[in-house]
């Protein structure tokens, strides 16, 4: 089982509805959960993260923790063509050595007009 | 403007060869990454620094070199015992380890090995 699992995709959306992007992680003791956008050929960027259970609110974009089911969610509102990008959700865990992040593989996300 | 710098953009490489990838950041955050991005694969951790002449081997250290003698700056060899060297390098910073989450990218380095 990987320790990280997101869905590769492609999510196709039409412009204006809602994508939901869902990711699942395999350790009970991860404590911070964050999603990154990362255009083609490029860099990641962090957009949203989430340390405690709920919901988190940035403007269109919502990030949802559940971490007795072990997932974090992101989803996007109003879905636009410049979303389309592909989203990757990283944990965190604390280890012996500090705290240690991993990725998972991305899922890709199309808004189409 | 703060941010990370990375150079050079695109490199080709020989086989048996090694090359060095350039990090540099403004941003006074005192730990810095190396990650490793391939095609259908999640970043990978390769080296990373807490401090100035300190640094920690990640997920997939072998064959790849590191130094952090100045806060700015973490450069990374690629040298020719790394078997696989093609692929994504990004170099990331953040405040502290401790906020190893809340990370900032540089542009990114393209390595093709001929």
């Known amino acids: 089982q990987k320790e990280v699992e997101q869905n590769s995709g492609p999510l196709s959306v039409p412009e204006g509805a809602i994508a939901s992007l869902n990711c699942t992680y395999s350790?009970?003791?991860?404590?911070?959960f964050f999603w990154y956008r990362q255009y083609s050929g490029k860099s990641p960027e962090l957009i949203m993260f989430i340390y405690s259970n709920g919901d988190k609110e940035d403007g269109r974009f919502t990030a949802q923790l559940n971490k007795a089911s072990q997932y974090v969610s992101l989803l996007i509102r109003d879905s636009q063509p410049s979303d389309s990008a592909t989203y990757l959700c990283a944990v965190s865990r604390r280890t012996g050595g500090g705290n240690k992040l991993t990725f998972g593989t991305g899922t890709q996300l199309k808004v189409e007009l | 403007d703060g941010g990370i710098t990375q150079s050079p953009k695109y490199l080709f490489r020989k086989e048996g060869q090694n090359v060095t990838l350039s990090c540099e950041q403004n941003?006074?955050?005192?730990?810095m990454y190396w990650y490793r991005q391939d095609p259908g694969q999640g970043l990978r951790l390769i080296y990373y620094s807490q401090i100035v002449n300190d640094f920690q081997k990640g997920d997939i250290a072998e064959g790849y070199s590191v130094s952090r003698e100045k806060k700015e700056s973490f450069p990374l060899t690629v040298t020719s015992a790394q078997k696989n060297p093609t692929a994504f390098y990004l170099c990331?910073?953040?405040?502290?380890?401790?906020?190893?989450?809340?990370?900032?990218f540089g542009e990114g380095s393209r390595l093709t090995v001929l």
């Open positions: 941003l006074n955050h005192d730990a």
């Open positions: 990331a910073s953040s405040i502290g380890t401790r906020y190893s989450g809340e990370l900032f």
């Open positions: 350790d009970r003791g991860s404590q911070s």
